[in-house]
């Protein structure tokens, strides 16, 4: 089959908005670090969409927000930043030169590296490998073409070769860029100072390109992260993106993208300036709370992933709320686990004595009891256990030290002793050790615990010392985490029992039941899942 065979893709799509982010929810989540991905997300859209004042401004944003994570923003980047000159002013000078960005490319971006198992070997950087990319015959490159690739990277690796082949007039692709660094992506001898074109609009390119590029919009979605994340793997078509390219294959007006970004920009700012994002939903009540989450998990932003999980015959079921427990049911809770249970979940039980879709299976003989609970915006939270199933577990695995905040990674570690664990899950760390955690419900991996008070004191003593010995840029990385975190030192300070979503060895902490319920409860609302 020719390329010209290949059916064509329909005229460009009528004009839409992409960067549509909600500004309420970019205010008020009470994730900080989805905040940070939001932000970096937004970066990234406005790069590949030519809008690279407003990136900048968004990287700068994350760079100076103290809660940033190590790789919060994505290095591909740099290539935005390198074909305009308009780099932000915390990328270090030995990271601009061309042999950084080559380096980079080879790490980070599409190679055309070859495989010894002959299924997996990688289509030819020619005609030939471009049309094994394009066909729609499973068949003509094995195991390659059905699972080895999907279909964003494959169309972006055309897309690479196309441009490479039919090259768009006034694009240089600096060496070592296109993945091809020896054979690829050099310019001809004497075209070097070919003056630059500002823009590259779809009818620039070439009757290929042009058709792969419509492709790869035709299902633009601002959730659809891996579409952009393999368009920025691309660094041979940085040139293209920042000069427009796939803004004009949009049909977005650049004069209406930069408003955009100015909008966007402002309510990232304002909420670095408030890092706890304050809960709308503090005027609710845990019964509030309970119902309004139980509707949208299971008729709301939930229904469809319940669905899915489920495959029930009727539909969800109503609720997923249980008969209330006693207070004498509480009070032999308490006797059993020989301990006080904090005020906000014994007003839980008394609501509702569990909460979630049981899930009972044999694993190895062992009869595990699974609860899916609240839908989270992406999938369903652990559940909630009944008041004879609450329990303390020690097993090994459980024991972990217990770091309240969220912090950038290693951060502290010259501030405060590390303790010499003996629990073999344990890493050397000046946090105290969770040698028993009270669960609260599990599912699969995922559990929901609550970490006794006098582990939680010693965890804030580590905090205070590690604030004593800290330099001014230290505390205000410690201030605004304990701001996201509780509002304030003299909230977070009260903090007794805490809980925890915990997830193969990774744990994110509330600090306590309710406010995991007005997180959870906020998270239903909206159906945030990735979209492929």
């Known amino acids: 089959m020719a390329l010209s065979d290949r059916p064509k893709s329909d005229n460009r799509r009528p004009p839409i908005f992409v960067l549509d982010a909600d500004l309420e929810t970019?205010?008020?989540?009470?994730?900080?670090?989805?905040?940070?991905?939001?932000?970096?997300?937004?970066?990234?859209?406005?790069?590949?969409?030519?809008?690279?004042?407003?990136?900048?401004?968004?990287?700068?944003i994350l760079w100076k927000s103290a809660l940033v994570l190590p790789n919060a923003r994505n290095p591909m980047l740099n290539f935005a930043w390198a074909e305009t000159g308009k780099w932000p002013e915390s990328i270090p000078e030995e990271e601009k030169t061309e042999i950084k960005l080559a380096e980079l490319n080879k790490t980070h971006g599409f190679i055309w590296a070859h495989n010894a198992n002959p299924q997996h070997t990688m289509p030819s950087f020619d005609e030939e490998g471009l049309w094994k990319l394009l066909t729609k015959d499973d068949e003509s490159?094995?195991?390659?073409?059905?699972?080895?690739?999907?279909?964003?990277?494959?169309?972006?690796?055309?897309?690479?070769?196309?441009?490479?082949?039919?090259?768009?007039?006034?694009?240089?692709?600096?060496?070592?860029?296109?993945?091809?660094?020896?054979?690829?992506?050099?310019?001809?001898?004497?075209?070097?100072?070919?003056?630059?074109?500002?823009?590259?609009?779809?009818?620039?390119?070439?009757?290929?390109?042009?058709?792969?590029?419509?492709?790869?919009?035709?299902?633009?979605?601002?959730?659809?992260?891996?579409?952009?994340?393999?368009?920025?793997?691309?660094?041979?078509?940085?040139?293209?993106?920042?000069?427009?390219?796939?803004?004009?294959?949009?049909?977005?007006?650049?004069?209406?993208?930069?408003?955009?970004?100015?909008?966007?920009?402002?309510?990232?700012?304002?909420?670095?300036?408030?890092?706890?994002?304050?809960?709308?939903?503090?005027?609710?009540?845990?019964?509030?709370?309970?119902?309004?989450?139980?509707?949208?998990?299971?008729?709301?932003?939930?229904?469809?992933?319940?669905?899915?999980v489920h495959l029930p015959e009727d539909g969800p079921p109503k609720t997923l709320m249980r008969d209330p427990a006693s207070q004498e049911d509480i009070s032999k809770l308490e006797a059993r686990l020989d301990a006080t249970l904090p005020d906000d979940l014994k007003e839980f039980l008394l609501l509702t004595n569990g909460y979630g879709q049981d899930n009972i299976m044999d694993v190895g003989g062992d009869w595990i009891h699974d609860v899916d609970g609240f839908f989270n915006g992406i999938s369903h939270d652990p559940g909630f256990y009944g008041v004879d199933e609450i329990r303390w577990v020690e097993d090994e695995e459980f024991q972990q030290p217990l770091e309240m905040l969220n912090l950038p990674m290693g951060f502290g570690e010259d501030l405060v002793p590390k303790r010499n664990h003996s629990s073999p899950y344990a890493w050397d760390s000046p946090f105290p050790l969770c040698e028993r955690r009270l669960q609260l419900g599990s599912s699969d991996v995922e559990s929901l615990f609550l970490v006794e008070p006098s582990i939680v004191k010693e965890a804030q003593e580590v905090y205070l010392k590690m604030y004593e010995s800290a330099s001014s840029e230290q505390k205000h990385v410690l201030d605004r985490a304990i701001i996201a975190f509780a509002g304030s030192w003299e909230d977070f300070l009260k903090v007794d029992w805490l809980i925890l979503r915990s997830s193969e060895g990774f744990n994110h902490a509330r600090s306590g039941v309710r406010k995991y319920l007005e997180y959870v409860t906020l998270k239903s609302q909206v159906d945030s899942g990735p979209k492929w």
Not at 27 to 56: M, N, T
Not at 157 to 162: D, E, F
């Open 26 to 60: 970019i205010l008020q989540d009470q994730d900080e670090d989805l905040v940070d991905s939001q932000i970096s997300h937004s970066a990234l859209q406005f790069a590949l969409l030519g809008e690279i004042d407003s990136a900048r401004e968004l990287d700068s």
């Open 141 to 308: 490159f094995g195991y390659f073409q059905s699972s080895y690739m999907e279909e964003p990277e494959k169309l972006v690796r055309a897309l690479m070769i196309s441009q490479s082949i039919h090259p768009a007039a006034g694009v240089r692709i600096p060496e070592g860029h296109s993945g091809q660094a020896t054979e690829h992506g050099k310019m001809p001898p004497g075209e070097t100072e070919e003056k630059l074109c500002d823009r590259v609009r779809l009818s620039d390119l070439h009757e290929q390109s042009a058709s792969i590029v419509r492709d790869l919009v035709a299902n633009w979605d601002q959730r659809n992260r891996r579409l952009m994340d393999n368009l920025a793997h691309a660094g041979m078509l940085w040139p293209l993106y920042v000069r427009g390219l796939l803004a004009d294959a949009l049909n977005i007006d650049q004069a209406e993208l930069k408003a955009r970004g100015k909008i966007l920009i402002q309510a990232f700012q304002e909420r670095m300036r408030h890092p706890e994002g304050p809960s709308p939903l503090s005027s609710l009540s845990i019964r509030e709370l309970v119902e309004l989450a139980d509707k949208n998990s299971l008729h709301g932003a939930g229904k469809e992933q319940w669905l899915e």
